[in-house]
């Protein structure tokens, strides 16, 4: 009786089964909107999260990054990019993430900022996590070079 039930069984699931494929892009084109204070479009690789091209719109006036801002980063985790602004200063920031796996082989994403100030770009800035630390609790190290 139990050979015959999953014999039945086998042969109605295939008649309700589907196919379904996904078309995954080449390229992902991302537009953050801050409004008028400031606006982010980046045009990247999706397969490989290597950015391409980052243009912020800022004080009526479209910025080109520059590409040494970002050319040798990797695995850029597209969903975290940000347009930030210090307060009471006209400093405004391009920030996202990075993949990266700690000493312990734990995934604990670098942050990058890239400073805008005075009508350009000055720096870029990374932050890796230590063993244990963390961008978002402190507990890492950080590296900046001049743009």
């Not at 920030?95 to 400073?115: C, L």
């Amino acid at each position: 009786m139990k050979r015959i039930l999953l014999s039945i069984f086998a042969l109605t699931s295939a008649c309700f089964a589907s196919m379904e494929y996904a078309i995954l892009p080449d390229y992902v084109h991302i537009v953050i909107d801050g409004g008028t204070r400031g606006q982010i479009e980046l045009k990247a690789n999706a397969d490989e999260g290597i950015i391409e091209k980052i243009d912020f719109f800022y004080d009526e006036e479209w910025h080109e990054v520059p590409k040494t801002a970002f050319e040798d980063l990797e695995a850029v985790l597209l969903h975290t990019l940000q347009v930030r602004f210090e307060t009471g200063n006209d400093v405004a920031y391009i920030y996202f993430e990075t993949s990266y796996r700690d000493a312990s082989g734990a995934p604990n994403p670098k942050g990058i900022h890239i400073s805008f100030e005075e009508g350009k770009f000055t720096k870029r800035s990374i932050m890796t996590p230590n063993s244990g630390g963390s961008i978002h609790g402190g507990g890492y190290t950080y590296e900046s070079k001049e743009l």
